[in-house]
């Protein structure tokens, strides 16, 4: 996780939504590629985009899921009409303890988006995603599909 679903940030509750077992800390984790992430649109939502090479090593969190939750959090990130999950190597570099480890190399799944105007690689980009409630600016606001404004201008070429 690197965006929203962090343990520190607004979403983190969809990861126990289908009950407080479904998702258990592993450990923090850099991508071991560099990909764009970046803070945009009106509601400060955070984007990767699948354009491995670009960008930062992102630094993350990583969860073992069961199905149940991992269902629930391809539905939450619409996968995989809106972000899509692939396959990504990570180096973790804490334990399930957050305590420090000698790095070690695992796969894991990252969502991201696959399509995306490529202007928003012009964009500020971040290697750490952290929500600033203080900043009315720049703030976090939830997105609710069908009630606030289209976020496709904002990102998709049409």
Known sequence: MYGTLKSTEPNHIQLFVKGPGGAKFYGRAKTVG???LLVTTPFNIP???HKEGTGHRIDGELYRMDEETFNHV???EDHPNWYVRKLVKVEVYTDDSDIMIEPRVVECWMYG???FKKSLLEMPLVEVYHDNPQ???RR???YTVGKDEP???YLFDE
Do not use: V
């Open 34 to 36: 560099k990909f764009p």
């Open 47 to 49: 984007f990767l985009l």
């Open 74 to 76: 391809d539905w939450f």
């Open 113 to 115: 988006l696959a399509r």
């Open 135 to 137: 900043d009315k600016q």
């Open 140 to 142: 976090y606001r939830p």
């Open 151 to 153: 976020l496709e201008p």
